[in-house]
């Protein structure tokens, strides 16, 4: 809801209009916008896909990303309008105290450290046009299915 709020300060094409009052006459000025589009991440889950889900179990956790997900659609649509691109990343499984209890699960070489996460996420980021608005990827940049 945040983006939403903060929308009209990332609009980067379409109508900004702005209201000059010109000895009465009312002129509206259309000012030019040259910044690169803002893009809007959701870091969501691969669990949270529901095309993909083949074991169950994690509730709440699953459904909390599946919304996720359809708000980073429903979003997308909405603001590309104005030349936001939005998508959710599923970062894999990251070396962090949130992940401890399920790493000994976790397969070889797929335990991620945090600053290779980071450096594969902000990859993905920087290569978003929009074609990938509203779309679901993991870490390296492979689209998702919801």
Same mark, same amino acid.
């Given at each position: 809801?945040? +983006?939403?709020?903060?929308?009209?300060?990332?609009?980067?094409?379409?109508?900004?209009?702005?209201?000059?009052?010109?000895?009465? $006459?009312?002129?509206?000025?259309?000012? &030019?916008?040259?910044?690169?589009?803002?893009?809007?991440?959701?870091?969501?889950?691969?669990?949270?896909?529901?095309?993909?889900?083949?074991?169950?179990?994690? =509730?709440? =956790?699953? +459904?909390?990303?599946? +919304?996720?997900?359809?708000?980073?659609?429903?979003?997308? /649509?909405?603001?590309?309008?104005?030349?936001? /691109?939005?998508?959710?990343? /599923?970062?894999?499984?990251?070396?962090?105290?949130?992940?401890? &209890? @399920?790493?000994?699960?976790?397969?070889?070489?797929?335990? @991620? &450290?945090?600053? @290779?996460?980071?450096? $594969?996420?902000?990859?993905?980021?920087?290569?978003?046009?929009?074609?990938?608005?509203?779309? @679901? =990827?993991?870490?390296?940049?492979?689209?998702? &299915?919801?």
């Amino acid at each position: 809801m945040l +983006a939403k709020a903060l929308s009209p300060l990332m609009r980067t094409k379409g109508k900004r209009k702005i209201t000059i009052d010109d000895d009465g $006459k009312q002129l509206v000025v259309i000012p &030019p916008t040259d910044r690169p589009p803002t893009v809007i991440v959701n870091l969501s889950a691969r669990v949270g896909s529901i095309s993909d889900n083949q074991l169950g179990g994690w =509730y709440s =956790y699953r +459904a909390s990303k599946s +919304a996720l997900n359809q708000m980073t659609r429903t979003m997308a /649509h909405e603001l590309k309008r104005q030349g936001s /691109h939005i998508i959710a990343l /599923h970062p894999g499984t990251t070396n962090t105290d949130l992940s401890k &209890p @399920f790493q000994k699960n976790v397969q070889d070489g797929r335990l @991620f &450290p945090v600053e @290779f996460t980071v450096e $594969k996420l902000l990859d993905v980021v920087d290569s978003v046009v929009e074609e990938n608005n509203g779309g @679901f =990827y993991d870490w390296a940049g492979k689209a998702l &299915p919801f």
